[in-house]
């Protein structure tokens, strides 16, 4: 199973957290990052990150930005 999202920060985020990006999909600049779905915690973290509850370490979470932007230009 798997979740979709074109929220780059969302997406970034759940990277950070160690969730496997499977690919990403789209053309131009409207891209979609699918990720395999766990159980609930994949759930738990996106509602944390909505609901504004999430901490992350600042330079390991603009590496993986960082890190995902060049995925998506290549």
Do not use: C, H
Not at 28 to 45: H, I, S
Not at 59 to 71: G, M, P, Q, V
């Amino acid at each position: 199973m798997y979740y979709v999202t074109s929220d780059f920060s969302l997406a970034a985020f759940l990277a950070y957290s160690g969730i496997k990006i499977m690919r990403i999909d789209g053309e131009g600049f409207r891209k979609q990052f699918v990720f395999e779905k766990t159980e609930e915690e994949l759930d738990d973290l996106i509602t944390r990150f909505f609901n504004k509850k999430t901490y992350v370490e600042p330079l390991a979470f603009y590496n993986e930005l960082r890190t995902l932007k060049s995925r998506v230009k290549n």
